[in-house]
């Protein structure tokens, strides 16, 4: 769908960067860089961090596909995708558990501890995967309303967005990117409420909210997926997690649940839109926002412009910033020669390559919402693992186990090679749900399997009979 690249939406764009850039604090030591403290070494605020969790993960892909749910299966569509941010609270509690009963400092320093060094090795791997995933995933929405894949204005105002958010990414590091997503929050609060005041009066809020129906084939299957997802999607995204490590625990585990209290209503809110283009006849064609937008006139299409732009940008500033502390710190840590924080150089070199590695994607052509379900179908054997922990002190099997099933089941996924006999009902997402069903159950008897034959070698009867 072309969209009118006129003056005003280059102009909001150069705006954008510009205020973003000069808003952002400068950070002046490592500690300020890669953990967010202020000049003088205090940690994140719980306001700053609520707000931080909360935009942060209001990608700019993820409020398009709650859109374009909406209008497929109406409030259902909707509640499936808002669900996902239920996973933030549920990943603050097991954070909280982690710190408290561990004294781990990260994740990969938790991993190690129990599972050992490859299976912090492996899991690094995953999350650099997911980080990759949401570079070009967020440019290419922001692009969609500068133009359609193939033409110049789709490709320039991706890059051009993508080199602002790099800009004051490099001069803040996470420091700057917890300040500007307070600002990109009430941002995207204000104009969100915008497009409520829009299609509430032509739709009605009791004609949105009763359509769609509860049913398999109408979006209770991804519903039911978002359910199974909870304990294993939130821990392959660093953007979230790194954010749990910032501050002490009862302050990070009160701004995870409000956080992601705030962020359901906010997608769920936002997925109303689709219900009013299901209503009103409007096709979306895999970008509701701008078709609504369209439909809605020039004023419209540019409060979902600007709800893009500062939902993009939180996240892929966030995304930069977990690029170089995963690269620059974790990986040199389970190498064995992390000694202190590495120089804000090193982490700067981090941001600029993947800023343009992770572009290269939105060049070949790619499906959103993919990006999202693929990628949470292969973790999910980091379920087991963190909800389980505690029923061991070192099983690196059950790491394996756990997490290498889930991983092939994912790429069996994406290759088309699950057979039909997985499936759960008969809607779209049903080989989805079947996948993600059994595929639990499997990664989870992989989890205990050796603790299991552990106990059994240990019985007195088989003491007894060696």
Same mark, same amino acid.
């Given at each position: 769908?072309?969209? #009118? ?27 300020? @860089?890669?953990?967010?403290? #202020? ?32 209008? !497929? ?6 509640? /499936? ?33 129990? =599972? ?44 051009? @967005? ?9 001069? &803040? ?19 969100? &409420? !915008?497009?409520? @005041? ?22 209770? #299957? ?12 939130? =821990? ?19 701004? =995870?649940?409000? !956080? ?5 209503? /906010? ?32 004023? *419209? ?34 190498? &064995? ?61 059950? @790491? ?36 993600? *069903? ?24 088989? &003491?007894?009979?060696?």
């Amino acid at each position: 769908m072309a969209l #009118d690249n006129s003056l005003l939406f280059w102009g909001f764009l150069l705006v954008y960067g510009g205020l973003m850039y000069w808003l952002s604090p400068r950070s002046r030591s490592a500690a300020s @860089f890669y953990r967010g403290a #202020d000049a003088r070494g205090n940690p994140v605020g719980q306001w700053s961090l609520t707000a931080s969790v909360f935009i942060s993960w209001i990608f700019a892909k993820s409020v398009t596909n709650a859109a374009n749910l909406g209008e !497929a299966y109406g409030v259902v569509g909707g509640l /499936a995708y808002a669900t996902y941010w239920l996973s933030i609270p549920a990943a603050g509690y097991i954070i909280y558990l982690i710190r408290t009963q561990t004294g781990a400092d990260s994740l990969q320093h938790f991993l190690t501890s129990r =599972f050992g060094r490859l299976a912090a090795l492996s899991f690094a791997v995953a999350i650099l995967i997911r980080l990759y995933n949401e570079v070009w995933s967020n440019t290419a929405v922001v692009g969609g309303y500068f133009g359609v894949p193939g033409e110049p204005g789709y490709y320039v105002a991706a890059l051009l @967005f993508t080199a602002f958010t790099l800009a004051y990414s490099l001069k &803040g590091g996470l420091r700057s990117s917890i300040f500007t997503d307070l600002i990109q929050a009430v941002v995207f609060v204000f104009f969100v &409420g !915008a497009v409520l @005041f829009l299609i509430l009066p032509q739709s009605g809020p009791e004609t949105l909210l009763s359509t769609g129906r509860f049913e398999l084939g109408s979006g209770l #299957d991804l519903l039911l997926v978002a359910g199974l997802q909870l304990f294993s999607y939130p =821990f392959h995204d660093p953007v979230l997690t790194d954010r749990g490590f910032v501050n002490n625990e009862k302050i990070m585990l009160k701004s =995870f649940v409000v !956080a992601g209290l705030l962020g359901f209503v /906010a997608v769920f809110a936002f997925s109303l839109l689709g219900v009013h283009a299901q209503l009103q006849g409007i096709e979306g064609l895999g970008n509701t926002p701008a078709a609504v937008g369209k439909a809605m006139g020039l004023a *419209a299409l540019c409060i979902m412009s600007i709800i893009m732009m500062t939902s993009a940008g939180s996240t892929l500033d966030s995304t930069f910033n977990s690029f170089a502390k995963s690269l620059a710190i974790d990986l040199p840590r389970l190498a &064995g020669r992390f000694q202190e924080l590495p120089s804000v150089r090193v982490g700067a070199v981090v941001m600029v390559v993947f800023a343009i590695l992770g572009n290269l994607p939105m060049f070949a052509g790619t499906d959103i919402l993919k990006a999202t379900t693929i990628s949470g179908t292969m973790v999910m054997g980091l379920a087991p693992v963190f909800l389980f922990y505690r029923f061991t002190r070192w099983s690196p099997w059950s @790491f394996h186990l756990s997490f290498w099933t889930g991983v092939v089941l994912g790429l069996l996924l994406a290759a088309g090679a699950i057979p039909d006999a997985w499936r759960i009902g008969d809607g779209a997402y049903g080989l989805l749900l079947g996948v993600n *069903a059994w595929g639990l159950l499997l990664c989870t008897a992989g989890f205990f399997l050796p603790l299991v034959l552990r106990r059994l070698a240990r019985s007195p009867q088989l &003491g007894e009979a060696r």
